[in-house]
């Protein structure tokens, strides 16, 4: 089974911080990797895909992915109260039994307390 | 330019029954996949088409499940005989292909069903 893990949380961070939302997976041949945004009710909303080590900005947005380590992050600058949602980690793996398909982690709980 | 689309948003039906939902993925996009999400779960990949061809199918895909993607337009996902473990989230998301930024997978709204 070809895993990523992530903190559940909940991580608490005041308006205006740095929130950091890190992610690790198992598959070291993956090259492919996303973050989505998920309110409560609503389907996930991706807000950054990385393919390639160091980092990638949008915005407010930083993704940054280390294959060595296995590890992708994801910082979000000036946190607003809006932010406050589950931030999933999503991986493209590859199977034998369902081929391409994204493989995502349980999500981390942010709060952005104003 | 829309996105994904799904119908019904909800969807309460008993023990027994058969239901189905359907997807109209971005117009461009020739990727489609279905997940099923939990609470306090991420969503968990159940199939996928390449235009009108289904390409690969969960482990999780139990014979009780179909999808099919006629015309490589619209999908339809179909429970027969729903059990009140089926009760979830289902998620359709489309992409445009399989290598890059077309990997990028974008979710419609999801269908909820409630098994009673």
């Known amino acids: 089974q070809k895993e990523v893990e992530q903190n559940s949380g909940p991580l608490s961070v005041p308006e205006g911080a740095i929130a950091s939302l890190n992610c690790t997976y198992s598959?070291?041949?993956?090259?492919?990797f996303f973050w989505y945004r998920q309110y409560s009710g609503k389907s996930p909303e991706l807000i950054m895909s990385i393919y390639s080590n160091g980092d990638k900005e949008d915005g407010r947005f930083t993704a940054q992915l280390n294959k060595a380590s296995q590890y992708v992050s994801l910082l979000i600058r000036d946190s607003q109260p809006s932010d406050s949602a589950t931030y999933l980690c999503?991986?493209?793996?590859?199977?034998?039994?369902?081929?391409?398909?994204?493989?995502f982690g349980k999500g981390t709980s942010l709060l952005v307390t104003p | 330019d829309t996105g994904v689309s799904q119908d019904p948003r909800h969807k309460i039906t008993k023990r027994g029954q058969n239901v189905t939902f359907r997807c109209d993925p971005i117009s461009e996009h020739n990727r489609l996949y279905w997940y099923r999400q939990t609470l306090g779960q991420g969503p968990e990949f159940l199939t996928y088409f390449q235009n009108e061809a289904q390409l690969e199918k969960s482990r999780l895909l139990s014979d009780r499940f179909s999808a099919e993607r006629p015309k490589g337009s619209f999908s339809t996902l179909e429970i027969q005989r729903t059990e009140q473990g089926d009760s979830a989230m289902y998620l359709c998301a489309s992409s445009l292909g399989s290598s890059g930024n077309y990997n990028e997978q974008f979710f419609g709204p999801g269908t909820r069903l409630t098994v009673l």
């Open positions: 598959d070291r041949g993956s090259q492919s």
């Open positions: 999503a991986v493209l793996v590859w199977d034998s039994n369902s081929g391409y398909a994204l493989n």
